[in-house]
Nanobody
Framework: QVQLVESGGGLVQAGGSLRLSCAAS????????MGWFRQAPGKEREFVVA????????LYADSVKGRFTISRDSANNMVFLQMNSLKPEDTAVYYC??????????????????WGQGTQVTVSS
């Protein structure tokens, strides 16, 4: 069982930055690929970015490429999402997720076994 807890959300003006954190409660954190998803009101959950268990591979949605950066600190069981140049359309609840399917990086939320409770990000125009 893996528990994930996100933090770092908030209200920011367009063009600003936020850094989301995800703390994982597992001794085998390095066995999981990690991902961030987001869900805006009335919309389906959307893939944002994924990182391999080693941290060597990443995969970004086109909508955030060049603005968002994912990283992980396996020594402390943490995953981070640095979000720069935020836009109003980035407004959503952001979820951290973990998957034990590690042979590739997945964008489908159904592949991810564990989810955090989400943190709200609101970008004002």
């Amino acid at each position: 069982q893996v528990q994930l807890v996100e933090s770092g959300g908030g209200l920011v003006q367009a063009g600003g930055s936020l850094r989301l954190s995800c703390a994982a409660s597992t001794r085998i954190f390095s066995s999981y690929n990690m991902g961030w998803f987001r869900q805006a009101p009335g919309k389906e959950r959307e893939f944002v970015v994924a990182i391999s268990r080693t941290g060597l591979r990443t995969l970004y949605a086109d909508s955030v490429k060049g603005r968002f950066t994912i990283s992980r600190d396996s020594a402390n069981n943490m995953v981070f999402l640095q979000m720069n140049s935020l836009k109003p359309e980035d407004t959503a609840v952001y979820y951290c997720a973990a998957t034990s399917s590690t042979w590739t990086l997945f964008t489908a939320h159904s592949v991810y076994n564990y989810w955090g409770q989400g943190t709200q990000v609101t970008v004002s125009s």
